[in-house]
């Protein structure tokens, strides 16, 4: 028991590491479906940091038991894809195609989208996930609504502070 408290004062004690001075800019639209989200993301220039696709190393369960227990149907991967918007290269368009899955990351039919992070390029630094600042407005599906890090919001959600991750949750006929 003393073993679990200083292990959990330890874990609390330890800093976090300071966002980036940059801020980054995501517009985008979640289709009606709520499958796919495309939009234009401003990448500014941040020292030790790269931007990864983290929707690619989602790992697909090996045997059919857990195959059944993660997709609502066959298994799936979804995509990312990004193409360079403007000629300075920190614009880019990008779309991403969710999984339909259960959990934090994917479409589940007829319940709503769940993406813990995964909807959008990934900032990493040192193979860990990067806190930067984020300016971010997403349109929503009419009579959805949805959760941004916290902001609750109907058909135009925005989110602007600082984290390593953006979490999204859409629902159709939500009420707040």
Known sequence: MIFVLIA???????????????????????SDDLRTISGTIVVPHIDGVQWV???EKLPIPAGDRMQHRTFPVRPEQGTLTLEVASETQTEQRFHTVLPRRFGASGVVPRRGLFANGL???HPA?????????????????TGSTGVLNGVVAQERLHYSGTADRL??????NARV
Do not use: F
């Open 8 to 30: 959990c004062l330890v874990a609390h004690a330890v800093p976090q590491p300071a966002p980036t001075p940059a801020t980054v800019h995501i517009e985008a639209t979640v």
């Open 53 to 55: 696709d983290l929707l």
């Open 119 to 121: 909807w959008h390029p």
């Open 125 to 141: 630094s040192d193979g860990q996930p990067a806190v930067v600042n984020w300016d971010v407005t997403l349109t929503l599906p």
């Open 167 to 172: 979490s999204l949750a859409v629902l159709h």
